[in-house]
């Protein structure tokens, strides 16, 4: 038994009992009283202010410890979040049982009349097949092509050579970041659209392009959303009330820019960000009508008034 075992089990006992006595550490974990000791150091290097109370019968905490308190209800958090999870493919392909189970047995046991009071709900997910990712995760490891049969968003179905660099979970779906042979570009495939993977057999190419981590991360980390590009430009939405509250307290990107001005007398709010593709902001500003407008560039807000238009026009009255 490991020693955070040991010191999650005094912590719990001082937390329930106001002491935690020597014997009943040795005794719970057949050790010696000096093991006893070396735990109780460890527990100090770890900020905890605990010693011993002769007047107690045990150890005991000087005064209230929520550091570790803190880092205990982390972790229970993250296992309720990760048992969610392992329960829907489309959130996650793999979570080890015997993770979940360790981390229940370590920490979670005083928490056994709360956790399920305690949810994860996910607003929308995409299934997809199980074997698609194994083979994406297996050319990642292998660094040689898949192909693949993927279908877009009008359900046109055509083949593709790709190099899977990267995957992530964005919203609730899985989408992979691959270098297209055919386009010689970098471009993000939604895994729940491929319908049929080949290759990462002995006989697979490898690699043609080699992983430019530079790029990657530029597209990961530069433009808003899911639709990773290394090129992006800056987009400005205006705000008006009565939800400016909401995007006072929004965090969008990490470069995003907020600045609050008056308009016709009016307050609003502008937030500018780097965007490489306008579905996707376009979609959100949508969702906030009539109170968000897209102001530029100018092509940005085109596409928006027009989808406006074509709203207004198939349902207005």
């Known amino acids: 038994m490991s020693s955070i075992h040991r010191i999650v089990f005094m912590h719990n006992e001082i937390l329930k009992n106001g002491k935690v006595p020597t014997e009943k550490v040795v005794d719970h974990f057949e050790i010696t009283g000096r093991q006893v000791q070396r735990d109780v150091q460890e527990m100090k290097r770890m900020g905890a202010p605990v010693g011993y109370s002769a007047e ?7 005064k209230p410890w929520h550091l570790f308190d803190y880092a205990d209800k982390k972790i229970l958090l993250f296992y309720l979040f990760a048992s969610k999870m392992a329960q829907n493919l489309a959130l996650v392909p793999v979570v080890s ?3 979940l189970s360790e981390i229940e047995d370590i920490y979670l046991k005083s928490y056994g009349n709360i956790s399920e009071r305690i949810s994860y709900e996910f607003a929308e997910t995409e ?8 083979r994406i995760i297996d050319s990642m490891q292998t660094m040689t092509a898949i192909d693949i049969s993927y279908s877009n968003a009008a359900g046109v179905e055509s083949k593709r050579t790709i190099e ?3 995957i992530i979970n964005y919203s609730g779906k899985w989408y992979v970041l691959a270098w297209c042979r055919g ?6 495939f939604l895994v729940s659209r491929m319908t049929r993977v080949l290759g990462v057999f002995a006989d697979a190419e490898p690699f043609e392009k080699e992983i430019d981590r530079g790029m990657l991360k530029k597209c990961l980390n530069e433009g808003y959303g899911i639709f990773k590009n290394d090129e992006t430009v800056d987009v400005t939405v205006r705000f008006h009330e009565p939800i400016l509250h909401f995007v006072r307290n929004k965090h969008w990107h990490p470069h995003q820019k907020l600045a609050e001005r ?9 937030l500018t960000l780097p965007v490489a593709d306008f579905t996707e902001i376009t979609a959100r500003i949508l969702g906030l009508s009539p109170n968000a407008e897209a102001i530029s560039p100018e092509n940005f807000r085109a596409q928006w008034l ?5 709203t207004v026009k198939r349902f207005g009255v």
């Open 127 to 134: 299934p997809f097949q199980a074997e698609i990712i194994t």
């Open 183 to 188: 386009s010689r570009h970098l471009k993000t």
């Open 164 to 166: 899977p660099w990267h």
């Open 306 to 310: 027009e989808r406006v238009r074509e």
């Open 56 to 62: 107690a019968g045990g150890y005991i905490y000087r």
């Open 262 to 270: 008056k308009v016709d007398g009016k307050n609003v709010i502008d």
């Open 97 to 99: 049982k015997k993770l």
